[in-house]
């Protein structure tokens, strides 16, 4: 990994952990509203609501931008609990079907795939990922599907891929791929889209 690429990722690791505390205050302090009143109201559900949310996406903000090593190692419990609360307040939900613990750089490509596929889901749908010996196999299905071809033609290529804000997934799986050794091979059809790597 060369020096721009760590700290890129050291960055967004800081970014992440400096946002934990303010959200954790927020819900501490929701707690406390919920104490001393006794029932939360429509407007606090909401901010309850949208704190889970944003916690959840944190959580895996951290996991996909931090700084990964092969020698640590994700567990099961971990990555399928996160999925299921981003899944819960989202309008995507996603069915973990790898193995009791991973490395989290493997972990790390998956968080970026499954953010990439997130994209061909713009009405929502399941994502489901499994792990198939060395192979990660991601598929996305839902009622409508977005496929833009030149954005995944130039991943599956390992070319440069558009580096536009909402995109940048995409840069970085193929930087996470490439730094796993793997090759991504991505396929639309119909009511689905298949990732492999």
Known sequence: MDHNQELAQLIGSRICHDLVSPIGAIGNGLELMQMTSGALSPEMSLIQESLDHANARIRLFRLAFGRATAMQQ???????????????????????NGPNAAPRTEVQAVCLAAMCLERCLPYGGRIQI????????????????????????????????????????????????????????AECFATLVSLRF
């Open 74 to 96: 994700i567990g099961a419990s971990e990555i399928s609990g996160l999925l299921a609360d981003i899944g819960r307040t989202g309008r995507v939900s996603y069915h973990w």
């Open 130 to 185: 499994t792990n198939e010996g060395s192979c990660w196999h991601l598929t996305a299905d839902g009622r409508k599907l977005l496929w833009d071809a030149e954005t995944w033609q130039a991943l599956i290529a390992m070319e440069t891929v558009p580096e536009a804000a909402n995109e940048v997934e995409f840069a970085l799986l193929q930087n996470a791929l490439h730094r796993l050794g793997r090759r991504p091979v």
